[in-house]
């Protein structure tokens, strides 16, 4: 029989090896924003019965109705890095289109910038040659066209139809819209004016 004083020892001993491994991490966990170590600490407290041995991570994964890998993971992090790991990580690709690498995206755009201008059809097949050959995913159609789409108006126009058409279908209305602005302030001003304003 184990004399109580000696699991209490180790126990302390666990709970002071534990404390200090958290404490070495604690700058990491202050970084953190307020709400996402409110988080950590609430997925900590579900974890918390696993971590001491006294359920299964599965039970406590379908009691709160979690998938298992999810739980599985938030454990193993746990284990790995402390409370920092189970406050939910920013994406270091935000915002920036994830279905293409940059260089895809700078070759699709320029093919559709091409003179006389190609179906997206055409080229939806080249950028998939190209990921090919560069050993990325393949875009989808779905991808290629949004792509292109995203392309500014006046751009397209210029790369497809010249100077001329760029110049008489967005030129004339940038003048127009400066002339409303120097109209309105000039009759503001000086309401006497309005002929110097032409």
């Not at 070495?24 to 696993?50: C, G, K, N, T, Y």
């Not at 790369?159 to 309105?184: K, M, Q």
Request: aromatic fraction near 6%; proline fraction near 5%.
């Amino acid at each position: 029989m184990k004399s109580p004083m000696l699991s209490f020892c180790q126990l302390f001993g666990k709970l002071l090896f534990e404390l200090s491994g958290t404490l070495v991490r604690m700058d990491e966990l202050s970084a953190i924003p307020q709400a996402l170590r409110e988080l950590a600490l609430q997925r900590f407290q579900l974890l918390r019965p696993h971590l001491e041995g006294d359920r299964t991570l599965r039970a406590i994964a379908s009691d709160a109705s979690i998938p298992y890998r999810t739980a599985y993971r938030w454990a193993s992090g746990y284990r790995k890095d402390g409370l920092a790991a189970l406050a939910r990580k920013s994406r270091t690709d935000q915002g920036q289109r994830r279905l293409a690498s940059s260089q895809l995206i700078q070759a699709i755009e320029g093919l559709a910038l091409e003179r006389p201008p190609l179906p997206i059809s055409s080229i939806h097949r080249q950028a998939r040659a190209m990921a090919e050959t560069l050993w990325e995913h393949k875009p989808s159609s779905a991808v290629v066209r949004r792509i292109v789409k995203s392309l500014p108006a006046g751009l397209l126009m210029l790369a497809h139809r010249g100077n001329r058409a760029y110049s008489e279908g967005f030129d004339l209305v940038h003048r127009r819209e400066a002339y409303c602005i120097i109209f309105r302030t000039v009759s503001r001003d000086n309401p006497n004016s309005l002929a110097t304003a032409r």
